[in-house]
Structure formats: C-alpha cells, structure tokens
C-alpha cells in the first residue's frame, strides 16, 4: 500500500461523514426536544417508537445487505459500491432529519420524521458502517493492515469524543445553536459539515481498493465465470468451526457489552459517589482531563508500537496492564491518587483493544478462507451473526442503571448507601479487569500470526493452480499492480503534456521550456527523495 492510500483511504477521507455522523449524534435529540418537540407535537413515547422502528428496519437492512454483497460482482469490489452509496445516504438523510417540507406539528411532518429517521438510522448508517468489513480485503500485508486499522479506529474514536462531544457540545451548540428556537443555525452548520464531507467520502472512495476480492475472484469462480457461493448455513457452519474466529467473536463481544453494562452516565457517578466530585472541587474535570490525555496523543504512539509489536503482542501487554490496574484502583477506589493515575493507565492500555483489536477479526477471516476458500466479509452468515449480536447486546444498555435503581440510589441524596457505591466500582473497574482477562486468555490461543507467512504463500498458490485450470493466463497480484501503476503514470504523464501544450498555446508560452522546468523540477525533488532515503539506509 502507498502512503497517500493509507492517509487519503483511511485517515482523512473518512473524516468527513464521521464528523457530520458525530454532529448528528450530538444534536439530533436537542433538536427534537427543542426546536421540534417531537413527544410534546404527537405525545409522549412517539421518539421512542421512532428509534425502536430504525433499529428493527436495521436489522433487517443489515440481513438484506449481506446477502446482496455476497452476489455482488463488479470491478470496483463488493463493498466499496455499498460504501459510497451509504455515505451519500448518511450525508442525504442527515441533513434531512434537520429540515421538514410539512407544517409542525401535522400529519405529514410525522410521516416524513418516521421516514427519514428510518432511512438514517435503519438504511444509511447500515450500508455505511459495512465500511469496518472492507479493510481486510485491502491488503494482505500485516503490518499494512495493522496500519490502516489503527488509522480508521482511531479516527472512527477520536472525532465523535473531541468533535462531537467537546466542539459541537460544549461550544457551537452554547454559542448559535441554544438560543435558535426556529432551526435556521441547526440547518446551516448541518449544511456546511455536509457540504464538506462529500468530497472527502469521494477521496476516500478512490483511494482504496479491495486487492482480496480481486485475487479471490480469480479463485472461486467456474469457467463461465459465474461467482461460487456457499449456501447460508454452511456458512455458519465454517464460521463456528473455525478457532480463530470464535476467539475474534468472544472478543469482540466483550467489547460491545462491556460498553454498554458500563452505561453512560458511570464516569459522573464515579466520580460524584466515589470520588467525592462537586461544583466547588473541579474534581470530575481535573479527572477527565488527566484520564483523557492518553486519548489525544496516544494515537500517534500507538500507531508505530502497533507496527513495532505486531497487533497480538501490544494487545496482550495492554489487557495485562489493565487488570492489574483495575485490580489496583478496586483495592482503593476511594484514592485520588490512585484515581488519577489509575485513569490516565488505564485509557492509554486501553487504545490497543480499542484501536487494533479488529485486526483479530480480519485474521480471523483469512484463516477461514485458507481452510474453507471462502472469504465471511459482506456474507449473509456474518450477518445473521451481527443481528443475533445486535439483539444479544441490546438489553445490556440499560443494565447499569437497573441495578443502580434497585441498589436504592437517590439522585438528590447527600450520600449513596455501599450497596450502591460498590455497584458503581464495580461497573468502572471490575467489569473491565474481568473483560481484559478473558482477553488475555483468548490471545493465548490466538497463534496465527505464526502461521501467516506460510498461508500467504499457499493462498497465493491456489489461486495461482485455480487459474491456470481454467486456461487463462497467471499473473502475479504484485506485478499486475506494478504494471496498473505504470499504465496509470503513463496516462497521467499524457494528460499533462496536453494539457501543458494548451496552456502553451493559449499564453503564448514555448512548449519545450516550460517542459523542461517541470522535468527539472521534478528531477530535483527525486533527487531528494533518494538522499532521504539514503541517509535513513545508512542509519
């Protein structure tokens, strides 16, 4: 992979629709509670049914999605269409969702709210996020992959916490969103976050390529060349045979649920409850800018110790750093101190899992294609996976508050019973060091990057006999990307002369000199290039 497929695919393209995603997140339920009060306009309750349809609509979406990509054949890949298709969507709807051709509070305006809420939340952000499955088939190439990994998630992180709930939150909203009771400033910064994310979805689209699907294109298909696909539940059967793929599943899991059992509002009650945080002490916001640090810097750290380490090896030092800093912390949960620290250790171990951990799911799929020829990414069987894990997962939003409640906790006491203080710790320290050991134990049995080097070589093989079987001709997948590379500089190399030929002759300009100065140009800056290289040879 080049540099700029990295930074254009990976890095940058995709910022646009997650800030415009972050921005929705942050202020779609502030603007249906004050400037459309949906549940005061059609009564109470209408919101939630609004929500609960689009996750249904969803699950279905996601089921019809996969089935589709699984018979999708076309040049661009078998997602990336789907990618760019949802993207345009999220970017559609989510204006939408801020304008209303209907008068408020009649029939149509109801109409149109369950309709692009469906299509936003059930349809787009569905056919968007399908995003996740494409970097496996990017490249074969570990430490690229781990690159890119750590590059998205890292993103896909970093922009709704800083942007969303740091910029649009606590600054735009309070400066030109709070007081608007017509909507106009909610439409137009909508408007202009829109108007910048299409064309970095539209960088992000031709600056990726799914190289997997192409190879494996070449294997599974007849000698009419119609696509081999497995039946549903023999995909299920190969997904739930394979050691790897259980293994990346548990894990992955683990991460979801552990996000929701811990629920939104834990951080505040830590440290109101336990901490002993008021308006007067500033210790919850000394708190979160200790324990945050790590999330703006560590990204860049991450990134070459993930490199450096390998994906398994940086996932195993940081879920042994956070058991025992959780084990620490639940020793003394009451201690600033160990608070602080505790919280600064325990957000810097945690990028690993956050950031590289989806590496394991994208092993977990090589391994399934080396044993069964079948690549699980788009399929219909991960997608019965992901809705029964969806519905899995649901119910354990709402867990920690549950308990809470029953604990006896009284928002406006002075003080919170041990029942409940140790309900609390528990959900801020114990559910984590529990997930990060069972983490370890997974990794202990996740081998395969041993094992990939020689199964690059095999796959490559089988593709290889799989081609020559049907008569056609075998070309290296590295020398048929060596050799699009150059028809690309050649094309490329003859658009400027043209185009330089009609600059000359509209400005009246020799061709031949200002010919030379861009070849001198660029020969200075290879020259350059090459001394760079050199000296970092050298060291």
């Given at each position: 992979?080049t540099?700029?497929?990295?930074?254009?695919?990976?890095?940058?393209g995709?910022?646009?629709?997650?800030?415009?995603?972050?921005?929705?997140t942050?202020?779609r339920?502030?603007?249906?509670?004050?400037?459309?009060?949906?549940?005061?306009?059609y009564?109470?309750?209408?919101?939630?049914?609004?929500?609960?349809?689009?996750?249904?609509v969803?699950?279905?979406?996601?089921?019809g999605l996969?089935?589709?990509?699984?018979?999708?054949?076309?040049?661009?890949?078998?997602?990336?269409?789907?990618?760019?298709?949802g993207?345009?969507?999220v970017?559609?709807?989510?204006?939408?969702?801020?304008?209303?051709?209907f008068?408020?509070?009649?029939?149509?305006?109801?109409i149109?709210?369950?309709?692009i809420?469906?299509?936003y939340?059930?349809?787009?952000?569905?056919l968007?996020n399908?995003?996740?499955?494409?970097?496996?088939?990017?490249?074969?190439?570990?430490?690229?992959?781990?690159?890119?990994?750590?590059?998205?998630?890292?993103?896909?992180?970093?922009?709704?916490?800083?942007?969303?709930?740091?910029?649009?939150?606590?600054?735009?909203y309070?400066?030109i969103?709070?007081?608007?009771?017509?909507?106009?400033?909610w439409r137009?910064?909508?408007?202009?976050?829109?108007?910048i994310?299409?064309?970095?979805?539209?960088?992000?689209?031709?600056f990726?390529r799914?190289r997997?699907?192409?190879?494996?294109?070449?294997m599974?298909?007849?000698?009419?060349?119609?696509?081999?696909?497995?039946?549903?539940?023999?995909?299920?059967?190969?997904?739930?045979?394979?050691?790897?793929?259980?293994?990346?599943l548990?894990?992955?899991?683990?991460g979801?649920?552990?996000?929701?059992?811990?629920?939104?509002?834990?951080?505040?009650?830590?440290?109101?409850?336990?901490?002993g945080?008021?308006?007067?002490?500033?210790?919850?916001?000394?708190?979160?800018?200790?324990?945050?640090?790590?999330?703006?810097?560590?990204?860049?750290?991450?990134?070459?110790?993930?490199?450096?380490?390998?994906?398994?090896?940086?996932?195993?030092v940081?879920n042994?750093?956070?058991v025992?800093?959780?084990?620490?912390?639940?020793?003394?949960?009451?201690?600033?101190?160990?608070?602080?620290?505790g919280?600064?250790?325990l957000?810097?171990?945690?990028?690993?899992?956050?950031?590289?951990?989806?590496?394991?799911?994208?092993?977990?799929?090589?391994s399934?294609?080396?044993?069964h020829?079948?690549?699980?990414?788009?399929?219909?069987?991960?997608?019965?996976?992901m809705?029964l894990q969806t519905?899995?997962?649901s119910?354990?939003?709402?867990?920690?508050?549950?308990?809470?409640v029953?604990?006896?906790?009284?928002?406006?006491?002075?003080?919170?019973?041990q029942?409940?203080?140790?309900?609390?710790?528990?959900?801020?320290?114990g559910?984590?060091?529990?997930?990060?050991?069972?983490?370890?134990?997974?990794?202990?049995?996740?081998?395969?990057?041993?094992?990939?080097p020689?199964?690059?070589?095999k796959?490559k093989?089988?593709?290889?006999?799989?081609?020559?079987?049907?008569?056609?001709?075998?070309?290296?997948?590295?020398?048929q990307?060596r050799?699009?590379?150059?028809?690309?500089?050649?094309?490329?190399?003859?658009?400027r002369?043209?185009?330089?030929r009609?600059?000359?002759?509209k400005?009246?300009?020799?061709f031949?000199?200002?010919?030379?100065?861009?070849?001198?140009?660029?020969?200075?800056?290879?020259?350059?290039?090459?001394?760079?290289?050199?000296?970092?040879?050298r060291?």
């Open positions: 992979m540099l700029h497929e990295k930074l254009l695919g990976f890095l940058i995709p910022c646009g629709v997650m800030v415009l995603y972050a921005m929705i942050q202020l339920e502030l603007y249906y509670t004050s400037v459309i009060p949906i549940d005061v306009l009564g109470s309750g209408t919101y939630l049914a609004i929500s609960v349809l689009s996750t249904i969803g699950v279905i979406a996601s089921l996969a089935y589709m990509v699984e018979h999708t054949v076309s040049s661009a890949g078998k997602i990336r269409p789907y990618t760019l298709i993207s345009l969507l970017v559609v709807s989510g204006t939408a969702l801020f304008f209303c051709p008068e408020k509070g009649s029939a149509g305006m109801l149109w709210l369950f309709a809420n469906v299509l939340n059930g349809v787009a952000l569905t968007w399908l995003r996740t499955n494409l970097i496996s088939l990017v490249t074969r190439n570990q430490k690229d992959r781990t690159s890119i990994t750590t590059m998205y998630y890292g993103v896909n992180y970093i922009i709704p916490g800083l942007f969303g709930g740091f910029i649009v939150s606590s600054i735009l309070y400066r969103l709070a007081n608007d009771t017509t909507g106009d400033n137009r910064l909508i408007l202009i976050f829109a108007a994310a299409v064309p970095l979805f539209i960088i992000e689209y031709f990726t799914e997997i699907t192409e190879e494996n294109r070449l599974n298909r007849t000698r009419d060349g119609e696509t081999v696909t497995l039946p549903v539940l023999s995909q299920l059967k190969l997904l739930f045979t394979d050691k790897y793929y259980i293994l990346a548990i894990m992955s899991l683990l979801v649920a552990g996000a929701n059992i811990q629920g939104i509002n834990t951080r505040t009650n830590f440290c109101q409850w336990v901490l945080a008021t308006a007067e002490n500033n210790i919850q916001m000394l708190y979160l800018a200790v324990a945050m640090a790590p999330m703006g810097f560590g990204i860049f750290l991450i990134h070459p110790l993930a490199k450096k380490m390998g994906a398994r090896n940086i996932n195993i940081s042994i750093l956070l025992l800093m959780n084990g620490l912390c639940m020793l003394n949960p009451t201690s600033l101190p160990f608070a602080f620290a919280g600064f250790l957000n810097f171990a945690s990028l690993a899992p956050s950031y590289v951990s989806p590496v394991f799911t994208m092993q977990a799929n090589d399934i294609e080396y044993h020829s079948f690549r699980p990414e788009g399929s219909l069987g991960v997608g019965i996976v809705a519905m899995m997962m119910p354990l939003t709402g867990l920690y508050e549950t308990v809470l029953q604990r006896g906790y009284d928002a406006y006491a002075a003080t919170q019973n029942n409940v203080i140790h309900w609390i710790v528990m959900a801020w320290y559910f984590p060091l529990i997930i990060a050991f069972v983490r370890l134990i997974c990794l202990s049995f996740f081998d395969f990057d041993k094992k990939y020689d199964l690059q070589e796959l093989y089988r593709t290889r006999e799989a081609v020559l079987a049907r008569g056609e001709e075998w070309i290296d997948p590295e020398e990307e050799r699009e590379t150059l028809e690309n500089q050649r094309r490329a190399e003859a658009d002369i043209r185009d330089l009609e600059r000359c002759a400005k009246g300009l020799d031949e000199t200002e010919n030379k100065k861009y070849l001198d140009r660029m020969a200075a800056r290879e020259a350059k290039k090459q001394c760079r290289q050199s000296k970092k040879s060291n």
